[in-house]
C-alpha cells in the first residue's frame, strides 16, 4: 500500500515535470526573456540570425542538457524548482534561434528512491546519462552524498556535471576529491557554483568578531561531518582574529538536555556562541535550552545555514519555529547568493513561466545552465560530431582561465572546480517579521575567499 | 544475627549517599540539571522495570512509548487547548498542568495496554526471543505513526510555564525545574504506595513472584498485567510531558536514547526493583552531568554505558538486586 503511494507521487512528479518540459516549446514572454540574465548566448556569434543551420556536430538538430536531482517524494521542493532553472534556460535559448542553430531539450533524473535522495540511483543516472551521447552537460546533483557517487562515473565519461546545491568540501578537495576524480586527474568533470561548507565557519567568525564586536565565544557542535568542520573553521579563525574561544562542545545529536553544557560554558562568560551544526542534530534544541541559561539570554548566537534555515522561499525556517522567543539575536550564514546580478530578470522570468517564486537553487541551476550553454556556444565552434562537443563543453567550463556571466553574477571556478569567489550570504533572526511570528532577514552579501582553503 | 532495618532503610541510604556525591560535584546549579535530567530518567526506568518484573520482558519500545506520551501531551496542549507561550496565571497554569498530565496519562497508559494486548499478550508463552523481537518492531511501529503524523523534523513544544526563576545558594533555578523534580518524586511515592498498600498492587507482586500460583490463588493474570502496562506508559507519558516542557523541542526518534539510558538506570537499579530504577534514574543522569562539567560532552554516552557493563559485570542484580523477591 506504501509503496503504491509512493509511486503514485512518484508518477504525480514526472505529470508535473512533462507539463514543464511541455510548456517549454512556448517562449516566454517574447524577445525580452532572453535579457541581460544570458547575455552569453545573445553575444554568441552564431546565434544572432535565429535561423542558422546547425553544424555537423549537432546530430538530429537537438542536443540535451542533462538533469540529476531529487524530482519526487519529500524531496519534491528540492528538485523541482531547481529543474525549472534549467527548463526556464533551455526554453529562452531555443526561443532566440538554439546553441549555434542546435536546439535544445533536456533529460531529467530523478535520484529519489522512495522519496529520499539515494547515492546508488543518483549513480546509475549518471551512467544513463553518458550512455545518451546527446547530452552535452549536467546539473546537479543536488546533494553532496549523491555527487560522490557520481563524479568518477561522470569523470571517467568526460560529461560535465555542474552542481548548484552541493557544499561538502569532501567533492572537490583533497584527499577524497582527488580519489573522485583519480580515472581523469588532469581532466576534472565537476564545477559547483554553491560555496564549500569550510568557508561559512570562518565567515561566521569575521563576522561575530568585526561586525558585532565580540572577542569570546562558546563552540558547541553536533559531533556531525559537516559540525565539526565548520567548528574547526570556526574556531581557526576567530583565534587568527584574536578572539578568544572559552569552551569548545561536542554533544551527539542524541542528547536532550543542553542545560548542563550551557551553565559550565556560562561561568566562562562568552560574548558569543556559535552553534556548529544543523537544527535537526541539536542546535534546535542548544538554541532554546541554551538561552534559558542565566548570561545566555541576550548574547549572539550565530549558526551555519544548518541553523539559518531560511525555509522556502525565504519563509520562516526550522529554527525559529522551534526555539520561538529564543530565536531573537542570532546570526546565520548561508553560502548561497541572495542578490541575484543586478539586472537578472530571473526572477521576473521564472514567475512569468512557472507561476511561483524561485526555490532557494533555481537561479544556481539556471547559472549552471548558462554556463553549459556558453561553453557549448564556444565549443561548436570546432566540435565535429557529438563526442567532441560534449568534449568542448568539458574543457571550457572547467578552464580556470574562462569567466561567466551568469545570473548569479560573474563565476569562474579553480583547478578543483571550486567558485572563486563564493559567496556568503548573512541573515539575522527578526522576531518582529512575518506578523509577530518572527523570520530571517537579509543582512549582507559577500563573495568570501577561505583563508583556510588548501 | 543480622541487623532488622525497615525495608526502605537501605534504599533511601543508598539515594541519600548517591544525590550529597552529586551535590558535592556538581555544585548547586549543575546539580539541579542533574537532578530534573535523573526525574525524567527515572520516571522512564521506573516502567522498564515494572514490566521486567512481571512477565520478564525488556520492553525496546517504552521509550519510544515515552516520546509518544511527548506528542501526545503536544498535542492536547496546542490542539484542544490552543496553548501557544507561557500561562503567566499561577491557578491557571498548576489547573492547566495537572488536566494536561492526567490526559496524558490516561491517554498512554491506554495506549500501552493497548500495546500489550496485541503484541505481547499472544506471545506470553512463545520463547523468550519472540516478544523481544516483537517489542523492536513496535518501537519501530511507533516511531514511524509519529514521523508521518508530526513529520520528521524537531517539533515545537509550547512552553507554557513561564522561565522565570529563583536564587538558591549561588544558583539560579527556573521554577520548571523545581516542578519536575516534585512531581516525579509525588509520582514515585505514588507507585510505592500502589504497589505496597492496594489489592491491585498485591495483586501485581504477587504475580510478579510466581504467576502460576498467584492465578490458582484467583489473581486476574491478564488485568494485572495489563494494569502493570498501563501504569508503566501512564509514567512514560508524565515524562514525556516534562520532557517536552523542559526541552521546548520534541523529535520522532527522541525515544531511543533516552529509552536506553533509562534502561541502563533499570540494570543499575536492579532490574525489577522500583525504588533501584529511580535511584539508578539519578545516578545516570550525574554520570553524563559529570561527564559535561569536566568537559568530555562528546563521552557521556560512553561514560553512562560503561557504567551499564560494568553493573552487568560486577553486580548483575543491580544496586539494589538482592530485593529481587520483592519485585514489581
Not at chain 2, 520528521?152 to 509550547?158: A, E, H, Q
Not at chain 2, 536564587?167 to 509525588?186: E, P, S, T
Request: net charge neutral; proline share 5%; hydrophobic share 45%.
Amino acid at each position: 500500500m506504501k509503496y503504491g503511494k509512493l509511486g503514485a507521487l512518484g508518477a504525480a512528479a514526472v505529470l508535473v515535470l512533462s507539463a514543464c518540459s511541455g510548456s517549454a516549446t512556448t517562449p516566454p514572454a517574447a524577445s525580452s526573456g532572453s535579457g541581460a540574465s544570458s547575455a552569453p548566448v545573445g553575444s554568441a556569434p552564431a546565434s544572432s540570425g535565429g535561423a542558422v543551420t546547425p553544424g555537423a556536430w549537432c546530430v538530429g538538430g537537438t542536443v540535451k542538457i542533462g538533469t540529476e536531482l531529487p524530482m519526487s517524494g519529500g524531496e519534491t521542493a528540492n528538485g523541482v524548482p531547481t529543474e525549472n532553472g534549467v527548463e526556464l534556460l533551455v526554453a529562452q535559448v531555443n526561443a532566440a534561434g538554439g546553441v549555434a542553430g542546435c536546439k535544445l531539450a533536456t533529460n531529467v533524473q530523478d535520484d529519489a528512491l522512495n522519496g529520499v535522495h539515494d547515492p546508488q540511483t543518483g549513480a546509475k543516472n549518471m551512467q544513463t546519462l553518458v550512455a545518451d551521447a546527446s547530452v552535452m552537460g549536467v546539473v546537479g546533483p543536488f546533494n553532496s552524498g549523491v555527487a560522490e557517487a557520481e563524479i568518477p562515473i561522470s569523470n571517467g565519461a568526460g560529461l560535465l556535471m555542474c552542481s548548484p546545491a552541493n557544499t561538502a568540501n569532501a567533492v572537490t578537495q583533497p584527499p577524497d576529491g582527488d580519489q573522485y576524480r583519480s580515472a581523469h586527474p588532469d581532466k576534472i568533470s565537476y564545477i559547483r557554483t554553491a560555496t564549500p561548507d569550510s568557508i561559512q565557519g570562518p565567515s561566521a567568525a569575521d563576522y561575530l568578531y568585526k561586525d558585532l564586536g565580540k572577542t569570546s565565544v562558546y563552540i558547541i557542535d553536533d559531533t556531525e561531518t559537516f559540525g565539526v568542520g565548520v567548528g574547526d573553521s570556526f574556531e581557526a579563525e576567530f583565534k587568527k582574529l584574536g578572539g578568544t574561544v572559552v569552551k569548545r562542545d561536542s554533544a551527539p545529536k542524541s542528547t536532550t538536555d543542553y542545560t548542563p553544557l550551557f551553565t559550565a560554558a556560562a561561568a566562562m562568560n562568552p560574548q558569543g556562541v556559535y552553534l556548529a551544526g544543523t537544527t535537526p542534530t541539536g542546535m534546535g534544541l542548544a538554541l532554546k535550552q541554551g538561552r534559558t541559561v542565566s548570561g545566555m539570554e541576550t548574547i549572539p548566537f550565530v549558526g551555519p545555514d544548518g541553523v539559518a534555515d531560511l525555509g522556502p522561499g525565504g519563509t520562516q525556517g526550522a529554527t525559529i519555529t522551534i526555539a520561538g522567543a529564543a530565536a531573537a539575536n542570532v546570526y546565520g550564514t548561508v553560502g548561497a547568493a541572495h542578490d541575484l546580478a543586478s539586472g537578472s530578470t530571473f526572477v521576473a522570468d521564472y514567475t512569468a513561466k512557472f507561476g511561483g517564486a524561485p526555490g532557494a537553487y533555481s537561479a544556481a541551476a539556471y547559472a549552471c545552465a548558462q554556463i553549459i550553454v556558453a561553453s557549448l556556444t564556444k565549443a561548436a565552434a570546432t566540435a565535429t560530431d557529438l563526442a567532441s562537443a560534449r568534449e568542448g563543453v568539458r574543457a571550457n567550463a572547467v578552464n580556470s582561465a574562462n569567466t561567466f556571466t551568469t545570473a548569479l553574477g560573474t563565476l569562474s571556478f579553480d583547478k578543483y572546480g571550486d567558485n572563486t569567489k563564493p559567496f556568503i550570504s548573512f541573515y539575522k533572526t527578526d522576531m518582529t517579521a512575518a506578523g509577530g511570528k518572527g523570520d530571517w532577514v537579509f543582512v549582507k552579501q559577500e563573495s568570501f575567499t577561505d583563508p583556510n582553503a588548501p | 544475627m543480622t541487623v532488622n532495618l525497615p525495608r526502605f532503610a537501605r534504599p533511601l541510604g543508598i539515594g541519600a549517599v548517591a544525590l550529597i556525591v552529586e551535590y558535592l560535584l556538581l555544585g548547586t546549579q549543575q546539580f539541579a540539571n542533574a537532578l530534573t535530567l535523573g526525574a525524567i530518567y527515572a520516571l522512564i526506568a521506573l516502567g522498564y522495570t515494572m514490566v521486567y518484573g512481571i512477565v520478564e520482558l525488556i520492553n525496546f519500545a517504552h521509550g519510544d512509548v515515552f516520546m509518544v506520551g511527548s506528542f501526545l501531551a503536544m498535542w492536547i496542549m496546542t490542539t484542544i487547548f490552543g496553548l501557544t507561550g507561557p500561562v503567566t496565571n499561577l491557578v491557571n497554569l498548576v489547573g492547566l498542568l495537572a488536566i494536561v498530565m492526567l490526559a496524558t496519562m490516561v491517554g498512554m497508559g491506554l495506549i500501552g495496554a493497548f500495546i500489550e494486548r496485541v503484541a505481547y499478550r499472544p506471545l506470553r508463552h512463545a520463547p523468550r526471543l519472540a516478544p523481544l523481537i516483537t517489542a523492536i518492531g513496535v518501537s519501530f511501529i511507533l516511531q514511524n505513526i509519529i514521523a508521518t503524523a508530526f513529520g520528521p523534523s524537531p517539533v515545537n513544544f509550547p512552553q507554557i510555564v513561564p522561565a522565570d526563576k529563583f536564587a538558591l545558594m549561588g544558583a539560579r533555578i527556573a521554577y520548571l525545574n523545581l516542578f519536575i523534580v516534585i512531581m516525579a518524586v509525588v509520582l514515585m511515592i505514588a507507585l510505592q504506595v500502589f504497589i505496597g498498600r492496594t489489592r491491585l498492587g498485591r495483586a501485581m507482586r504477587s504475580t510478579a513472584q510466581d504467576r502460576e500460583a498467584a492465578e490458582l490463588m484467583g489473581v486476574d493474570i491478564n488485568q494485572t498485567i495489563a494494569i502493570t502496562f498501563f501504569i508503566a506508559a501512564a509514567l512514560a507519558g508524565a515524562g514525556g510531558m516534562v520532557q517536552g516542557l523542559y526541552a521546548g523541542s520534541i523529535k520522532f526518534d527522541l525515544g531511543f536514547f533516552v529509552g536506553l539510558k533509562a534502561f541502563t538506570a533499570a540494570v543499575l537499579g536492579g532490574i525489577g526493583n522500583t525504588t533501584g530504577a529511580a535511584i539508578g534514574g539519578f545516578v545516570i543522569a550525574f554520570v553524563e552531568v559529570y561527564a559535561t562539567v569536566i568537559g568530555y560532552t562528546q563521552w557521556s554516552e560512553v561514560a553512562v554505558f560503561t557504567v551499564l557493563i560494568l553493573v552487568l559485570v560486577f553486580r548483575p542484580s543491580g544496586l539494589l538486586g538482592q530485593q529481587l523477591g520483592e519485585r514489581a
